[in-house]
């Protein structure tokens, strides 16, 4: 993948596309710059724990999926080295928005952070998180 | 569910199978008694991230399922609050083992942990976290 | 202490007077309003680790109390279930400034989260984390 | 500090005693062998939060310390990047144990865990937690 110079946005569509949990998922990369992406992802039934709220591990893996992809528009392929999540809500939603942030660059740790939102007027909080991202160029 | 008295195991299984995405994910339970569980998830290409490896979102559900059955053996029903992964190595494997163990139980909170083996003689350690659950009874 | 309803900022400086550690470190509370509070602490030499920073321990502690604080002007008496720090840079500041803010109320279970900052102009993120506290009312 | 070859206790006891809040602290290295410590700590008034258990900037302390001592003696100085802990039970003894445990070392980050307990027979256990620390070496 490498530092990302041009589109960051096709540059993570092409990286998304390549990982096949991702694929199943069907997670989209909305938008991208320097430190910051915007995932969505629409609801499916599959998605579903017990009570029909979206499964843990999704919620986890859409933290960690924001956090790396913000990671990699700053420091190219990077893996995970720590995740950390806190579940405010149901996690109940048509549309969940998924919003990662680099917190402190680094070449040898990234911290990143990320929050799932329910799409809506107003957007409502439903989980935030925090990763570690360790650079493997 | 109820505080289970009786087969944890199939309870769990029952469970389970409620879970639409454990189902997607064929995870078995196989081994349940008083605050702990061990399930095994043997790997799928579908399960990847972009170079092959256990998506982290895999990884942290598998620890997030192994505390809350953990935790149900005790409490019944429950919802993650707090989940929290250390990825320790490559998440490669034919065969994922995954240990919970509830650590403290609780009205209120319980706290568990869990860890990730790959499947063999020995076994790698793979990935390890933890979790604190809400009783919902 | 009982939910604030008056001076949150008088009220929390009698708890932390009472709290011995924060004697100790002369730990002043500057500014509180509903759900969010801010800190200072002026460095001593006795608060270093092994190389002249800030000690982990007061970094978690200053995060930890940001966060019990805030949700204290909420909820009343709390005690933290969970704490997590994000050490970003050397905690080295004459002056090291500390907001803490309720990211969800709750009747079990309060979400918050803390920054800490070295003082100047700008300020320097040194460190973030977050705390699950618990109402003990 | 350098990787340490021969006598861990010795050494981390010298590490220890540069630290000016573990002077403070009265903190003991009791025990140390590769990839483990034992640490001890007696009981002080000065130690209290408001209702009178240990604060919780010590027990993240302990914690930080043991996870760090544990892995210095794998990897020589290190730093902590990321804390985590939980509260088990209020944290009170007339000594606290602590012990901290390599999970994982690495040349990159070395992951470690630790555990609280009030002495006694049986011990009790208070905290747990975990850390990751970058070799600075």
């Given amino acids: 993948m490498g530092t990302f110079e041009g589109d960051f946005r096709s540059k993570l569509r092409e990286v998304s596309s390549g990982a096949a949990f991702n694929n199943w998922l069907g997670l989209e990369v909305d938008e991208?710059?320097?430190g910051?992406?915007?995932l969505s992802l629409p609801w499916r039934r599959?998605?579903?724990?017990?009570?029909?709220?979206?499964?843990?591990?999704?919620?986890?893996?859409l933290i960690d999926t924001a956090c790396g992809f913000a990671a990699s528009t700053l420091s190219g392929r990077v893996l995970a080295s720590q995740l950390s999540v806190r579940f405010l809500r149901p996690a109940v939603a048509e549309v969940f928005i998924v919003r990662g942030r680099v917190i402190k660059p680094g070449r040898q740790q990234v911290f990143a952070c990320g929050e799932i939102f329910a799409r809506g007027a107003p957007e409502k909080l439903l989980a935030v998180g925090d990763a570690i991202l360790v650079p493997i160029g």
Same sequence: chains 1, 2, 3, 4.
Avoid at 49 to 58: E, K, P, T
């Fill in 46 to 61: 599959e998605f579903g724990q017990y009570n029909g709220y979206l499964h843990a591990s999704i919620v986890s893996g």
């Fill in 32 to 34: 991208a710059r320097e």
């Fill in 36 to 38: 910051e992406v915007e």
